[in-house]
């Protein structure tokens, strides 16, 4: 994290003691899987809330409309606590910051079920938002300080884990579904057990905490101009992810003619193919590098878009939009890193290109649904394909923020290390 004079300090034992077995190497080693389940269990909290999304329209007896303005609310909650993350993390340290606010987050999976109309649905949400986004920069740059201490990539593995939990809160919270049981029952038990299981991976976290001489990062500020740049990045990759999450399965049904579960199986495969891609998206990156990465995903994106814009039958646009998800996968784990690598206060960065991204998944949806209520939903899916090409231009603004620091700080005397930057070769 990063104090006000812009340097990250260090103040964690895993920081001292020999390489090897027993040493450094090996607490880092378990911080990472610390962090790692600490990835999976936010991301279950949102695949059990979206499972349950029915439940809780009806519940609440909401229309269509007055569904999507309350489903608005968690992006505004998340855009507006994000950056308070950094000064929490300063007064608490990270590992105090994250236990609560992703405690915080996993208790919040309740609230929406215990509305009763809209307007306490809409604070919940908000609630729940505001709890993701900030649990959320904490997380990603716990993430990026492991990284930066292992010297290898390791966001894509990470962002990986997310994208497991997520799947298996979706089948745990279908599965309560599919058996009638009322949500508040099924989101309670799942906030009960997701909070124990993320306050003990919060355990093994790396603590950094800044130094008492340190003023604290602004409660609100603009994040600086290089992640507003690599936040664009992650836009055109979050805008087709959200897109092609929510829209897959209407594409097939409506304009290629398929039965429900053929369109319902376009959106399991996007996921996983998302999944596989982040698992396997590190080594990628240690051997190409972010650039080449994201251009080549990019590559991949857009012509799985222009498969879906083109495709004569169902088996063509489910490789389309497979190809779509194996493109963007790696896209935002390496935008979170280069945010935090790009200028001195890594929270904030991280917050401006989490805010960025939340505000693409935000309006992605509805702006597909605008266009093809004025066109159609193959005009909306090459709206999709420009964006990803845009990927293809815009992966150079990652190279000046990806380099990782070629030898690590070494504490003397159980001093704290501090670590200033990217290495500048």
Known sequence: ????????TVNDPGDVGPRGPGGRDDRLRRARLAVAAVFAVHGAVTGSFATRVPWIQDHAGLTAGQLGLALAFPAIGASVAMPLAGRISHRFGSRN????????WTASLVLPALSPGLLTLCAALFCYGATAGMSDVAMNALGVEVERRLHRSVMSGLHGMWSAGALLGSAAGTLAATAGTDARVHLGL?????????TLACQGVLDVRSTPDEHP???????????????AVGFCAVFAEAASLDWSAVYLRDVLGTS??????STTAFACTMAVARFAGDAVVERFGPVRTVRAGG???????????????????????GLLGLGIAVVVPLAFAAAARSGPAPSQSIAGVATITYTSGLIAPSAIGSVAEVSSLTVSFGLVTLLAFGLVLGAGVLRSASATPKTAPVPVDGAPARISGPDPR
């Open 1 to 8: 994290m990063a104090g006000a004079n812009g340097a990250d």
């Open 97 to 104: 910051a994250l236990r609560g606010l992703l405690a915080l």
């Open 190 to 198: 799942a906030a009960v057990v997701l909070t124990a299981l993320g």
């Open 217 to 231: 990062p602004p409660r609100f500020t603009l994040p600086p101009r290089s992640a507003l740049v690599i936040g």
């Open 260 to 265: 429900a579960g053929v369109a319902a199986a």
């Open 299 to 321: 590559v991949l994106a857009t012509l799985g878009g222009a498969l879906v814009v083109t495709a004569p039958g169902p088996a063509a646009a489910l490789g389309g939009f």
